[in-house]
């Protein structure tokens, strides 16, 4: 009977010391979170404020009206900047303190600056819980010069990489434009256009010769321009031919080999059809 006797004892001291930290902790208001935090750096300088998160109901109707001058926002020397406090009705415990640009908007908010919030003990929730001691919470903003440098490196790169991206894919479709120009094909060009072989033969010969004759004349000058900087002056102008380039007769010469190609190619088809 003593045992049953001192467990229920126990069994009733421990419910009177829960009943009385419940009691105790219903009557204190805790804030849970912040944002910025405490210590925190890097908070922007546009709309700058404090997130609060509270465990009681904070709403404008009931604490707007009572928590008076309890929110308070310092710069980093320690002078009282304006502020104006929103309760949101939608969330339970959220209460955010801004500062007031256009109460006094000769004051500005500085980058890479301290600043500091102070809750008052005196704050209270809708229900009459007591925020019971006074807390601050010291963040410092955003360093706009440094965070000006970054974006303007990661554009560069960015931009760069574009450039040369953008440049070897032109490079290479100039390239493959060259090499199906070099490299026509009598046959498929005629099924494709219409048009006879001797027809796009000779228009082929034609593109190669003017490319040639364009080359040469730039060869031409490059040697009369080199003369000059060397200050040997010559009388004319001298053919690509005459300034010991052969590159002309090299176009020539494939010229010829290409219409012996397709000489061979329309015998063929003659001997086909016969």
Known sequence: M???????TLVALLVTLSAAVCFADSNELVLKDSYPKDGSKGAAIENL???????????????GKVNKDVFQLY??????????????SSE???????????????????????YTLKISGDLVDDNGKQFGKDQEITFRTLNQGTNTMIS????????????????????????????????????????KTGKSVEEIVEKDQK???????KAAKKAAEEIEEEYENDNYKVKRRHSASEAGSQ???ARRK?????????????????????
């Open 247 to 249: 590159y002309v007769a």
């Open 207 to 213: 593109r190669k010769a003017k490319e040639a004759e």
């Open 49 to 63: 404020g404090v997130k609060l998160y509270f465990d009681g109901e904070m709403t404008e109707e009931r604490a």
């Open 152 to 191: 303007l490196g990661m554009m560069v790169v960015m931009f760069g990489g574009m450039i040369v991206v953008t440049s070897k894919a032109a490079k290479k479709n100039i390239e493959e434009e060259r090499k199906k120009q070099d490299k026509v094909n009598p046959y498929k060009e005629a099924k």
């Open 75 to 88: 710069d980093s020397e320690g002078k009282k900047l304006p502020t104006k406090v929103l309760y949101n």
């Open 2 to 8: 003593k045992r049953i006797g001192a467990i229920f």
């Open 92 to 114: 339970d415990g959220v209460v955010l303190v801004l500062f007031d640009m256009n109460s006094k908007k000769d004051i500005k908010i500085q980058s890479n600056s301290e």
């Open 254 to 274: 494939a010229a010829e080999e290409e219409r012996a190609k397709v000489e061979k190619w329309k015998a063929a088809a003659k001997k086909k059809k016969k």
